[in-house]
């Protein structure tokens, strides 16, 4: 199990390495920082919603889980 903190910490470390690729393919292509910035930011705040929830939704699905005892003697 994993916790919703969790899951949003890890969304956020990911999305701020993204971003930064994102922002510099969009810069290496047009050659303008204002519109690499503006891709980035768009960027961000659609596909960082779209992996938290992808994350939740994994939590809820059993495939490939192993269930671990609370205690083992």
Do not use: N
């Amino acid at each position: 199990m994993e916790s919703t903190r969790r899951t949003f910490l890890k969304a956020i470390s990911w999305r701020i390495l993204a971003t930064l690729i994102t922002m510099l393919i969009a810069y290496m292509i047009t050659g303008e920082t204002t519109f690499a910035l503006k891709i980035g930011a768009l960027d961000t705040v659609i596909k960082f919603a779209a992996y938290f929830g992808h994350e939740r939704a994994w939590l809820r699905i059993s495939y490939g889980k192993i269930d671990v005892p609370d205690y083992q003697i």
